[in-house]
């Protein structure tokens, strides 16, 4: 009977190419949810608490690594890390025996993950390792049944119903093709057994591959005990080897966490049209509406509207936020109470406060705007710095570019800026002032100060009558008739 207590070893497979994919990038560095294959691995291998941990690199070795060790750095962790390299991808037992150094003088059990498995929930692992101590078996793995087995390695069962060995697919005997008991890849083997199974693999079979799944027949040969625990949704164990299964377990890994934020009080009017990443995080109350993209770090308040057919990128966002239709937002912060949009783009370094009013056709870009102020509509405001309560008038453009460089524009509290106002920046508009409609703002304005650019207006009356007349030619009575309206159907 082994010991609980006996040290624990993760090793996670991630060396392959997946060719299936077609992609130029390692499989395991494609994300669901926002959050690479390898990461949800590492996540369950983590909550049971290894002592140590090596990730078995190979096809981008070096990306794959940095994937690892950056997403490491967000958990806490004591495990001993390590990312043996597998040169050349010669098949999962292999790639195991690459990873035996990194185990040197570990006494207990090892779990073997694969890194393209990314649903595997940490309490059925949890489970999978009780039962391996609890049976005092030499390896224990689990199991899982699935309508179409095509692609898995078969659950090969003797008459007695024990396991005798695992058959790839490419390997099938006639009648195997029936087995719908399949391998998920899920291994708990003790370090007493291990090493000396890997090192009897052989590459004789149809991909001329060292199969890890060969241990399993080895140790019922050598009648050591095996268990098995059968996971009843098979979809927690799938395996992505394709982009139909990467999309297929999205939708999967979406449904879950969509009904997670619906338990914390979030309320969704399409789930099927709304895609959240792992990292996001939503208040009570908060009502997401249809065609919703929520990503990365994005961060939402308690009681806000989120109308719908929104992007939203790493945008951090107040309590009881109107965000309207058609909103495009990317790393910002957005204060309590403010309504944006609809069509509003929300860039980067936009910093938001309490009240603020974005209207339609508004961008804003690395712009810091005070409690209340608001810009309703036609406006860019790229580089700039506004107070309080002031009032940014339709068709505003802060001119933050020369050619050359960007010039910041200062703004300050109860300012009101007329429409079609240009700020050629660098300029400061201090508080209080008035910037009349249609200015140029070439020079600061001091606060109390009215600014106005404009040329003197000139009316000339009977001016239309006569063009009129003199685009008709010498017959004046022509012209007339156009001028009274006889050109209906012809707009
Ligand atoms: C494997 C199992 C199969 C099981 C299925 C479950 C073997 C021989 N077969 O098949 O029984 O039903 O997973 O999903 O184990 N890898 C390496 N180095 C290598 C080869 C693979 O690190 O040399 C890694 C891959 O990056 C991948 C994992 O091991 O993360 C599994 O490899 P893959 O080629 O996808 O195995 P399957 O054919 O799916
Ligand atoms: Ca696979």
């Known amino acids: 009977m082994s010991n609980a207590s006996a040290s624990l070893g993760v090793v996670i497979l991630a060396a392959g190419r997946g060719t299936r994919m077609r992609s130029e990038r390692a499989k395991v560095l494609h994300t669901i949810a926002g ?16 002592d140590r941990l090596a990730v078995v690199v190979g096809h981008e070795a070096a990306d794959v690594e940095q994937v690892c060790t950056g997403h490491l750095s967000h958990r806490n962790t004591t495990a001993e890390t390590s990312y043996p390299l597998q040169e050349e991808q010669r098949g999962t037992g ?3 025996r690459v990873a035996m150094p990194a185990l040197e003088g570990l006494q207990g059990n090892v779990v ?11 309490e059925t692992l949890a489970d999978l390792i009780a039962r391996h101590h609890a049976s005092g078996a030499t390896l224990s793995m689990l199991t899982t049944r699935v309508d179409d087995p095509t692609g898995y390695g078969r659950i090969k069962r003797g008459a007695d119903g024990n ?29 007493s057994f291990l090493p000396g199974a890997l090192a009897r693999l052989r590459a004789d079979n149809a991909q001329a591959e060292y199969y890890l799944t060969d241990i399993v027949g080895l140790a019922v040969a050598d009648g050591h005990p095996v268990e098995t625990l059968e996971v009843a ?9 394709a982009r139909e299964e990467l999309a297929t377990m999205e939708q999967h890994v979406r449904h879950e966490l969509i009904a997670k934020w619906m338990r914390e009080g979030v309320s969704f009017r399409d789930p099927a049209t709304t895609y959240i990443e792992e ?34 990128e790493d945008a951090t966002i107040g309590d ?48 810091r705007l005070g409690a209340g102020t608001k810009a309703n509509h036609l406006t860019y405001l790229g580089d700039v710095e506004i107070g309080e309560a002031t009032n940014i008038g339709a068709g505003t453009i802060t001119c933050n570019y020369d050619g050359f460089a960007k010039h910041p524009t200062v703004i300050g509290d109860r300012v009101q800026i007329g429409s079609d106002t240009q700020l050629v920046a660098p300029v400061t508009v201090a508080d209080d002032a008035y910037v009349a409609a249609g200015t140029t703002v070439t020079k600061d304005v001091p606060a109390g100060a009215l600014a106005v650019s404009r040329s003197p207006q000139k009316v000339v009356p009977g001016w239309v ?16 008739k156009r001028a009274s309206g006889d050109q209906r159907g012809k707009g």
Do not use: W
């Open 35 to 50: 959050k690479p294959l390898v990461g949800f691995v590492l996540d369950t291998a983590l909550a049971v608490r290894p």
């Open 233 to 241: 949704d098979a979809r927690e164990v799938a395996g992505i080897n």
């Open 94 to 96: 292999d790639a195991v």
């Open 112 to 122: 073997i993950l694969y890194g393209d498995v990314p649903a595997l929930r940490a």
């Open 465 to 480: 009558e006569r063009r009129r007349a003199q685009a008709a030619g010498p017959s004046s009575s022509e012209a007339h």
């Open 279 to 312: 990292r996001v995080t939503i208040g009570a109350d908060t009502i997401v509406g249809p065609n919703t993209q929520l990503l990365g770090g994005t961060t939402i308040g308690r009681g806000c509207r989120i109308d719908g057919t929104v992007f939203l």
């Open 163 to 191: 396991v005798i060995g695992i058959v790839e697919q490419r390997d099938l005997l006639p009648g195997d093709e029936a087995i719908g008991e399949i391998n998920p890849g899920i291994y708990c083997v003790a370090t």
């Open 320 to 367: 009881r936020v109107h965000v309207k239709l058609g909103v495009v937002m990317t790393d910002c912060e957005i204060g309590a109470d403010a309504v944006i949009g609809p069509f509003a783009q929300i860039r980067p370094g936009s910093v938001l406060g309490e009240r603020v009013h974005i209207g339609n056709f508004v961008e804003t870009k690395k712009a």
